[in-house]
């Protein structure tokens, strides 16, 4: 099937669940035929909740689930060719690694020779050719978490579903494991719905990101798109930091505004939805696209705080606004502003983005 | 050394205490019993003698010979055969019931162990005298029975095998049960749901997961079950009118009624033989597939 295609298509899918917690409010989205696609949210956003309904662990209380068009929403998982690698592995404790990743074809009924092979093609692919005759209580967390994935696409499923399968990896392991998920996930040309509560993990790897929150889906697009326009305050906020102005429009200028604050700073602002001027309105901007030591604002340096690479300043703006600014250390690797300096400011116009809420 | 050796061996006498009085001695008293003579008005005499093994398998014919004699193998076979079915039927009730309440919220699951042993609390005899209420002619089974059209007594299911069958159930299900929750409430239930989202259908989730997992406890629960039941004394005798001899009411009959007191011994002897061979023989094959041996 052709890249584009779509491979899940949630349609208007809501969740309650018993005792009245509505987990998922009318989510629609398309997944992509061999996408990294990605479900970003806090913990007890209902992607979770989106991720058990795809794999069949749950059942919508509304909505249709279709796989490659045909609706699955109410098969049990057995019936899906659609498979997880969970959160803590769940690995068969009984079995050995081989064992554990030939389960489902076993399950199939597939000939004993195909199972063999697929086995280890895909410890293999995990570079854990040498581990099958292994139990699982014999291999490391990062161990574990390869055998899961080569479990998981043993039996070559249409679409794998990840529950946030690096949360349990120490860091350096986490790091190193995403530069692997994504390359499996080009060879293997599965299709991954991928869930995460880490935004750095969302924005590495994915092709596409659906930002969600309180059971709904706040944003759907590409990692710059999400990250350089982030449409409501919830976006902005939980993805990257950004500083948050609230003003009214002034004048607009095809895709370009400014916003005055109520002490009278003029910010340029790219639009977003129908406003028109005189409209209060929130901007959100990104700390690192302010540039310090030129330009026609003026502000006073309250906090200064040493990053390592960057340094990283909360600036007073007359009375009313505060920005916090990030900048890139010079060689010296020393800042260039002390608290108590008076500094010019510059917000490039396109820098800050106008907010939908 | 030699003080931590003797620091040692006063910390675990008591339990050597223990077990020695009430476990070893009680059993090599029956040990000699069962080689000693008969005294027909009760108890023995002093004196060796092989007489009471001989008893158990063969006859002696007028003239001294020895014929062979398979009443008490056939009492020995019936009883494990009741035993072995008793201790089947309790883990095909057992391991549904113990999965049941293992899922269940843990406020819950505390109420159902509380249900579960709550027959703890009475006396297994009196227990027992109830089913002979439920089972009788005109019962509580039989009597319901009649509103559908059968007649008077075709469910007087008192004093036949099926009735020292459901006896024997009801008694040891509850030690069926408890070993087989303790394996299945520590089991991780996300297992299942890998097993399901790796096209396993329920009963191979069953068969591969559930069972192989709670394998401890189905071996405690039907060692439970199974070694009580073989020398089950109350229920054969009240439920079965003691109709058909087992173990454990010809073991009482040789010690009250028939006052030989060797033989009762000896066949207690033989019955702790053979429950002790059955674990070895258990212990042997789990050890190879690195599976618990038994209490550990």
Known sequence: MAAGQSAVEARGISKVFPGGVKALDDVSVTIRENEFFTLLGPSGCGKTTLLRLIAGFEFPSAGEILLHGLDIAHLPPDRRPVNTVFQHYALFPHMTVAENVGFGLRMQGRPKGEIDRAVDQALALVKMADYGARRPSQLSGGQQQRVAFARAIAPRPQVLLLDEPLSALDLKLRQAMRGELKTLQRETGITFIFVTHDQEEALTMSDRIAVMSAGKIQQIGAPLDIYESPVNHFVADFIGDSNFIEGAIDTIKGDAAVVKTPDGIAIAARMNGPHKAGDRIAVALRPEKILLGAGKLKGEVREAVYLGTSTSYVIALGRAVTLSVREANDLSGKARFAVGDTVKLDIPAGAARMLAD | ?296
């Open chain 2, 1 to 296: 050394m030699l003080r931590s050796t003797t620091s040692n061996w006063f910390g675990v006498a008591p339990a050597w205490l223990v077990i020695g009085i009430f476990g070893l001695l009680p059993m090599f008293i029956m040990l000699a019993i069962s080689f000693m003579v008969q005294d027909p008005y009760g108890g023995v005499e002093w004196g060796f003698s092989t007489e009471a093994y001989v008893q158990f398998l063969f006859e002696r014919d007028l003239d001294d010979s020895l014929i062979l004699n398979t009443i008490y193998v056939n009492i020995v076979a019936r009883s494990i055969g009741l035993a072995a079915m008793t201790t089947i039927l309790c883990l095909i009730i057992g391991l549904p019931v113990a999965y049941f309440i293992a899922r269940q919220p843990e406020d819950k699951r505390n109420l159902y162990m509380l249900l579960i042993t709550i027959p703890f609390w009475t006396n297994l005899l009196i227990r027992t005298y109830a089913w002979i209420l439920i089972l009788t002619r005109n019962g509580v089974v039989d009597a319901r029975l009649q509103w559908f059209g059968f007649e008077p007594g075709t469910f007087d299911l008192l004093y036949t095998n099926t009735a020292i069958f459901i006896g024997l159930v009801y008694s040891y299900l509850p030690f069926m049960v408890l070993p087989l929750y303790a394996s299945l409430e520590k089991m991780d239930f996300r297992l299942i749901e890998a097993a399901s989202d790796l096209y396993a259908s329920k009963w191979q989730a069953a068969r591969h997961v559930i069972i192989p997992l709670a394998r401890p406890g189905i071996v405690a629960g039907s060692l439970l079950v199974f070694i009580p039941s073989i020398g089950a004394f109350i229920a054969p005798e009240l439920l079965g009118g003691g109709k058909r001899m087992m173990l454990g009411s010809l073991i009482y009959f040789q010690f009250a009624t028939a006052r030989n007191w060797p033989f009762g011994a000896a066949v207690s002897i033989l019955l702790m033989a053979f429950v002790m061979i059955a674990l070895l023989v258990y212990a042997r094959a789990a050890k190879g597939q690195g599976l618990p041996a038994g209490g550990h």
